[in-house]
């Protein structure tokens, strides 16, 4: 049972264009979501999070949305660089024990 | 440099042969864990340690064991490894809990015969 969902598993956006990843979760009890980002050959490197008592959170040119009543985040890039041409993967952790990741997107940005 | 470290970062061995991956952080986090990413499935938690000797099972902890006796080390066990363990392995550590930003180190790609 996938408690958080990538339904995408690939992007592919123009350079300096807005990027919008999306994830959905079904777990009620979830109340922390972070976003993670990953190269190949490396670990997953945190990017930005997001807690239930909120529904919006920015930093720099990312920016998490959270719709509690539709059970969805998504994370917006804006402008999208080459830079940002990875895997991206969201989490949710419920009461701060177990964290529970979606199978990630991968994010092409194109010059 | 604050870092986590797994070893080996490369391992072909055969079923049933068992092996060990280590991890180490420098950060002295109280928060460890351990991850198995695989084509379509994401990262999936395999176990994870609120702080020493306090372990707990993730989603997928069959065929595993871990310990924390000290609070920089959380070895990863394989007692008698199966060709469904042939994975991409992550070790983490936080500060904290789960939803504190997680460290990862860069992975250690098991192949299982």
Not at chain 1, 22 to 46: R, V
Not at chain 1, 83 to 107: E, I, P
Not at chain 2, 50 to 73: I, L, Q
């Amino acid at each position: 049972d996938q408690q958080v969902k990538q339904n995408s598993p690939s992007l592919s956006v123009q350079e300096g264009r807005i990027s919008i990843l999306n994830c959905d979760y079904t777990n009620s009890m979830f109340d922390y979501f972070l976003w993670y980002k990953k190269y190949p050959a490396e670990g997953p490197t945190f990017l930005i999070s997001i807690s239930s008592i909120k529904d919006k959170n920015e930093d720099g040119r990312f920016t998490v949305f959270l719709n509690k009543s539709a059970k969805h985040l998504s994370l917006h890039i804006v402008p999208s660089q080459p830079g940002d041409s990875a895997v991206y993967f969201c989490a949710a952790s419920a009461m701060t024990q177990k964290l529970v990741f979606g199978q990630g997107t991968r994010l092409t940005i194109n010059p | 440099e604050a870092q986590v470290t797994q070893n080996p970062r490369y391992l072909i061995t055969v079923t049933g042969k068992k092996l060990t991956v280590t991890c180490s952080q420098n950060m002295n986090h109280e928060y460890m864990s351990w991850y198995r990413q695989d084509p379509g499935l994401g990262l999936r938690q395999i176990y994870y340690s609120m702080n020493v000797e306090v372990t707990d099972k993730g989603d997928v902890p069959e065929g595993y064991k871990v310990s924390r006796k000290e609070k920089r080390n959380f070895p990863l066990i394989l007692e008698s490894p199966s060709p469904n363990q042939t994975s991409l392995y992550f070790c983490a550590s936080s500060q904290g809990a789960s939803n504190q930003p997680q460290h990862f180190g860069d992975g250690t790609r098991l192949s299982i015969l």
